[in-house]
């Protein structure tokens, strides 16, 4: 809370569930925000563990955060976010808004959503899109029953497509449809099956005016009264053993050193795992490669594209783009106006599914075409010629990046929540997962992540491996006892029956 200025950096509310007496040596490995906050949680809460972070990455860490200040040094560049990038602020309590607070890190909300029909040259937004908008929920709706009808599970693409071609469904303006093609689920492919109308909330959104990078760099750092992490880069774990006899676990790295824990907290981005990249001894329960291969993996990628001017309207924080064409969705559809977050004349587009893909196999020369030909398409000759020189374009590569594989996990058809959630029980004793692929709740998301290392130090601190071991004991325990109990009450019977057969 804003009162609240004395929290600490990963606080939070609830105290774990049992605190550990004995020195602990607890390896943390991935430094994205899952990591970090579980680090934090640890180095912070409890002097009794000694904390270590591993990171695969050489350069940098912060994994799916990427804030790059690195590009052109000399001129003060904005500071402009190539992975997560806002802050759902709408339906539920996000974390992140307040820890960012906490710290006094800037914020702002993004400006109101604007609809682009370039080939119409229709442009809705304010009160001309609240309709727009009210109809594309209704047909989100539809679809939703549609799945739910449905006699084998669909996408929302396939559900939402079977409303719109419905004869007897009356759509009021066509404008509501391209909205929801340039959605993620539908973009995507998530199954039918889960809320999507929070989706279609472009504008409900937060952005750090430094960056989220500055949330990660904090976790690193802690306030002044708390340890910084221990962190080394260029560490690629390859290999994590469970030594039962010594209740240890031993992390093999790819440059033939290892480290030997009491606990290890893996966050790694799930694609990680299920490549087979890092491998378990003994290999995981069949259930977590099961569960991997079914959640589903996004790909989705980020430009950035700075002019010499803003040529945009200023008001404006979303625009979406429609399209006509299938080969289009999830091609630059969605823009943020950077403007007003980092002051430069920058605008940032996003690309999902085949669409991320092929941009990727782009080179430099032909990424700039693809992109400058879009925002050629979305704001006319003359207000593109105003832009000026492009002073600079970034792109992400989250697909072929070895650390991340693609952007983030998302409901596939054929998924089940508790997927999910198999991944948030440790093996026994000391195998922590984290990331935003281990609990359903505010997957894919980055205050998922955050949740997760929060849970993932908590089991660590209230060692829920002891406590499973002890709950084991106990119900052993009590099978014996009601056990003998059987077996007494069978003999005493025994007795009995003798007894009576004397008295016959
Ligand atoms: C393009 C894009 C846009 C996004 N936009 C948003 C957004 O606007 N809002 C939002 O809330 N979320 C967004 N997200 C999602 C968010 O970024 C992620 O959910 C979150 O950052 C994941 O954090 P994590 O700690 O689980 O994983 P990561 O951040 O991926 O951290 C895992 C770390 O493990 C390291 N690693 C991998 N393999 C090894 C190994 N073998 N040994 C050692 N280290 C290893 C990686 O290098 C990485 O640093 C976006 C994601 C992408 C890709």
């Not at 003060?76 to 802050?87: I, M, N, R, S, W």
């Not at 047909?139 to 929302?156: C, D, P, Q, Y």
């Not at 290999?239 to 480290?259: A, G, P, Y």
């Amino acid at each position: 809370s804003k009162e609240d200025k004395t929290k600490h950096v990963g606080d939070k509310k609830e105290e774990p569930i049992k605190k550990y007496d004995l020195p602990k040596n607890v390896v943390v490995i991935g430094a994205g925000m899952a990591g970090l906050a579980a680090a934090r949680r640890l180095t912070t809460d409890r002097t009794n563990f000694t904390v270590y972070v591993y990171e695969a990455r050489r350069e940098r860490f912060g994994g799916r955060v990427w804030t790059d200040k690195l590009t052109n040094p000399r001129a003060k560049g904005p500071e402009v976010d190539l992975g997560a990038f806002t802050l759902t602020a709408g339906g539920k309590n996000n974390p992140l808004i307040e820890l960012a607070e906490g710290l006094g890190l800037k914020s702002i909300s993004l400006g109101e959503v604007q609809l682009l029909i370039p080939w119409e040259k229709r442009v809705l937004n304010g009160t001309d899109l609240t309709p727009v908008m009210t109809e594309a929920l209704k047909i989100l709706e539809l679809a939703k029953n549609e799945s739910k009808t449905s006699k084998i599970e669909v996408s929302v693409k396939e559900a939402v497509d079977a409303v719109i071609s419905d004869e007897k469904v009356h759509i009021a303006d066509i404008a509501s449809s391209y909205l929801i093609h340039a959605s993620r689920p539908y973009v995507l492919g998530y199954s039918g099956k889960y809320p999507m109308s929070y989706h279609l909330g472009f504008a409900h959104k937060k952005v750090l005016l430094d960056g989220m990078g500055e949330l990660t760099d904090r976790l690193l750092s802690g306030d002044l009264n708390e340890p910084p992490i221990h962190l080394g880069l260029s560490k690629v774990a390859r290999q994590i053993k469970i030594d039962r006899e010594k209740n240890q676990v031993v992390v093999r790295f790819t440059d033939k050193s290892q480290v030997v824990a009491d606990s290890v907290v893996v966050a790694v981005p799930l694609s990680v795992i299920s490549s087979g990249d890092l491998q378990f001894e003994p290999i995981l329960p069949k259930a977590y490669y099961e569960a991997a291969s079914e959640m589903g993996f996004t790909s989705e990628n980020a430009v950035i594209v700075e002019f010499e001017n803003a040529f945009w309207p200023h008001n404006i924080g979303v625009f979406v783009r429609a399209v006509q064409t299938d080969a289009e969705k999830g091609q630059l559809q969605t823009w943020f106006n950077l403007k007003p977050v980092s002051g430069a004349p920058a605008l940032s587009g996003y690309l999902g599914g085949k669409a991320a893909e092929a941009f990727e196999k782009l080179s430099d020369e032909e990424a700039k075409k693809l992109v400058l030909s879009v925002l050629l398409e979305m704001f006319g000759e003359n207000a593109l010629s105003q832009g000026g020189k492009v002073v600079r374009l970034q792109r992400s590569a989250w697909i072929s990046d070895s650390w991340s594989k693609g952007a983030t996990t998302y409901p596939k058809v054929g998924s089940h929540p508790s997927m999910w959630d198999i991944f948030s029980e440790p093996i026994c004793p000391g195998l922590y997962f984290a990331g935003e692929h281990t609990s359903f709740d505010d997957h894919g998301t980055l205050h998922g992540a955050y949740l997760s290392g929060l849970r993932a130090a908590d089991q660590v601190m209230g060692d829920l491996c002891e406590q499973r071991r002890l709950e084991r004991e106990e119900m052993d325990r009590r099978k014996r006892q009601a056990q003998m109990e059987e077996e007494k009450k069978g003999s005493s019977q025994e007795v009995d029956e003798e007894d009576s057969k004397e008295e016959l």
